[in-house]
């Protein structure tokens, strides 16, 4: 049996696939039980709880073989990461009263630092709380998302798929969510291992190649468009993220642009990720036409 944390969402969701696909037993802490029910149907067992309760965690632990952490995507955190440090503290107390043979937590490149890499700060702060626990380890450094460039499938019905990445033609590492929940589900059931292992996840992409991919799938001619630096806090407004609250969604592509995250941190593996940018934006465009 292997705990999932949010299987509700791609990562998540991925992993529980992979594992299942291995004949393995899932469980998940749920907060909403239909939102999962698929997953119930599927045969994974759900336990009501979130994040937010140590005890629920506690309890969805017990008689585990492994466990798969991660921490809610905030795209406005407070200035002090109190959200991101609430739900480590929470899982620290869980998984230090109830003890798996092992844990993965999903983290991701540039969180082998602890500042001037914005929204990635929760990461390393969970990073650096979980060296502490008593389980082994695996903390998987994934590249960006190439779901974060879905929205491209509107956007850049013109031609153009504007991006933060600059400039355009600079690789940085990238992955796709199936492929991250690939490498947690071979990791969790695989071979064991002591101590602390860090995994960094996906291949070298640049901007210009991912828009090259959707325009294959769109059968257009799609360029990268780098967004002026000025438009950055407009742009990520109109994403969702509040007004005056965008700075670390800001500086976390700064420190992209800037080289930060790159592929070859001392100590690291390294897992290339299979699934490409064109392989995603299919995926989704056939799901909207199903």
Do not use: C
């Amino acid at each position: 049996m292997y705990l999932v944390m949010g299987i509700t969402g791609n990562v998540g969701g991925a992993t529980a696939r992979h594992l299942l696909k291995q004949g393995k037993q899932v469980r998940a802490l749920v907060r909403d039980r239909e939102k999962a029910a698929k997953w119930a149907d599927q045969g994974v067992e759900l336990v009501e709880g979130d994040w937010n309760d140590a005890t629920a965690i506690a309890a969805a632990l017990k008689g585990v073989e492994g466990a798969f952490v991660m921490l809610p995507a905030v795209w406005a955190p407070s200035p002090d990461y109190k959200e991101a440090k609430g739900v480590i503290a929470n899982y620290i107390e869980a998984l230090s009263k109830v003890v798996p043979s092992r844990v993965v937590a999903l983290s991701s490149m540039g969180a082998n630092r602890t500042s001037g890499i914005g929204m990635i700060t929760a990461l390393s702060l969970l990073e650096q709380g979980f060296r502490s626990l008593p389980s082994p380890v695996a903390f998987v450094r994934a590249g960006g998302f190439f779901e974060n460039f879905l929205f491209g499938l509107q956007a850049a019905q013109g031609g153009t798929l504007p991006v933060f990445y600059n400039p355009t033609n600079r690789k940085s590492a990238m992955v796709a969510s199936d492929d991250i929940g690939a490498e947690v589900a071979t990791l969790l059931a695989g071979p064991a291992w002591s101590g602390h292992r860090v995994i960094e996840l996906g291949s070298m992409v640049s901007a210009d190649e991912v828009a090259t991919q959707l325009g294959g799938v769109l059968k257009l001619d799609v360029k990268a468009f780098a967004l002026p630096r000025a438009a950055w806090a407009d742009a990520f407004q109109q994403f969702g993220v509040p007004k005056g609250h965008t700075g670390p969604a800001e500086e976390m592509f700064e420190s992209i642009n800037a080289g930060w995250m790159d592929l070859g941190v001392t100590g690291t593996e390294h897992v290339a990720g299979t699934t490409s940018a064109r392989d995603v934006f299919a995926a989704a465009l056939n799901a909207v036409k199903a």
